[in-house]
């Protein structure tokens, strides 16, 4: 609120004015119309000279007294003023000074929820990345004991096809063995029956021996029926012989013949396994390749969902960078806005104390020129007065 100085009247004058006459009350406009009317003999011409220069003299000095006490109201005045604009001007700079804290922790608050933010999407790309890896190692682990089963498999396959073949080797060795002893056997038989037919022979031979001692006297004939008996008998031993020879042969070439095709069958059972393992190793590589594409396919999925994410991320917080400065900026203008209206408030009352101090100095001149003129019309009076006293 604006504060103003009440100065007082011209009352003081009309108090001088009376003191100046003693016994009555006269006002100043009565004294100078009447002078003489009021000399009623009670003072002397120089003693009423002395007591109306003392008046005038008390006049001027309460005058000046009174315009000193105008000056230190008026400084005071000035100095309430200057003091309540420094407490004005304070109390905005205070304002000012809470209104850009307010601003700057409101600033620091919005940084920190970004930065806050920026940490949970951080955290959460981390921890995408972390379930990725952790499904990228699962999936290979996954491959991995794919891959370990598959070769336990092939290798039990393998053992199974060695073990099958390993019994079909022993198998057939056992058979070899069996048709090589049953060989022998026949041999030895063969042998048997020759050793039983050379024995019989020599026992022919040892009864024809004694039947031709016996018989020496029945002559030659029967010797040679004896003999063409004989030879007829070795030669159908000879041809028995050679007939079971064949047939041995023929068995032994049987048997050959029949491991040969247990050997091509065999050597055609391993053809197939081996082809039937390579189609398996095929299949496997296959599907090794299948689940290979299908992981590279699922990464490039999440890498570009990432990417997706991260970008939208990424403009969201532009925008609220965007927003943030957008926000500053207001504030700076609104601060602005602010430093002028108090810059055209502190204008303001800079202008009207300026118009306060020339009403004042203009007041000042005024009552100046009101008390001079009053001196004047009292030297004057005083003067007439004299001239009237004198006539």
């Known amino acids: 609120m604006d504060k103003v ?8 004058k009309a108090i001088i004015t009376q003191e100046i006459i003693d016994g009555e009350v006269v006002s100043q406009s009565e004294l100078e119309q009447n002078p003489a009317s009021h000399n009623n003999g009670i003072f002397g011409e120089e003693e009423l000279t002395e007591q109306m220069e003392s008046a005038i003299e008390k006049a001027k000095e309460e005058q000046e007294k009174w315009g000193e006490q105008v000056e230190l109201a008026l400084e005071k005045w000035r100095d309430e003023q200057l003091e309540w604009g420094e407490q004005q001007d304070l109390e905005l700079e205070k304002w000012r000074d809470e209104q850009l804290e307010r601003q700057l922790e409101q600033g620091k608050q919005q940084e920190l929820a970004l930065e806050k933010w920026r940490d949970a999407q951080l955290e959460w790309g ?34 199974r096809q060695l073990e099958q073949g390993e019994q079909q080797e022993l198998a057939l060795e056992k058979w070899r063995d ?58 159908r031993q000879l041809e028995q012989g050679e007939q ?27 053809d197939e396994q081996l082809e039937q393992g390579e189609q398996q190793e095929l299949a496997l590589e296959k599907w090794r390749d299948a689940q290979l594409e299908q992981g590279e396919q699922q990464d490039l999925a999440l890498e570009k969902w990432r990417d997706e994410q991260l970008e ?36 303001a009352q800079l202008e009207w104390g300026e118009q306060q101090e020339l009403a004042l100095e203009k007041w000042r001149d005024e009552q100046l020129e009101r008390q001079l003129e009053w001196g004047e019309q009292q030297e004057l009076a005083l003067e007439k007065w004299r001239d009237a006293v004198e006539r």
């Open 5 to 12: 100085l009440h100065i007082p009247s011209d009352s003081k």
């Open 126 to 159: 981390e921890q995408q990345d972390l379930e990725l890896e952790k499904w990228r190692d699962a999936q290979l682990e996954w491959g991995e004991q794919q891959d370990l089963e598959l070769e336990k498999w092939r290798d039990e396959q393998l053992e």
């Open 178 to 235: 069996e048709q090589l002893e049953q060989g022998e056997q026949q041999d030895l038989e063969l042998e048997k029956w020759r050793d039983e037919q050379l024995e019989q022979g020599e026992q022919q031979d040892l009864e024809l021996e004694k039947w031709r001692d016996e018989q020496l006297e029945q002559g030659e004939q029967q010797d040679l029926e004896l003999e063409k008996w004989r030879d007829e008998q070795l030669e």
């Open 244 to 270: 079971q020879e064949i047939a041995l042969e023929k068995w032994r070439d049987e048997q050959l013949e029949q491991g040969e095709q247990q050997d091509l069958e065999l050597e055609k059972w391993r």
């Open 312 to 347: 939208r991320q990424l403009e969201w917080g532009e925008q609220q960078e965007l927003a943030l400065e957008k926000w500053r900026d207001a504030q700076l203008e609104w601060g602005e806005q602010q430093e002028l209206a108090l810059e055209e408030w502190r204008d």
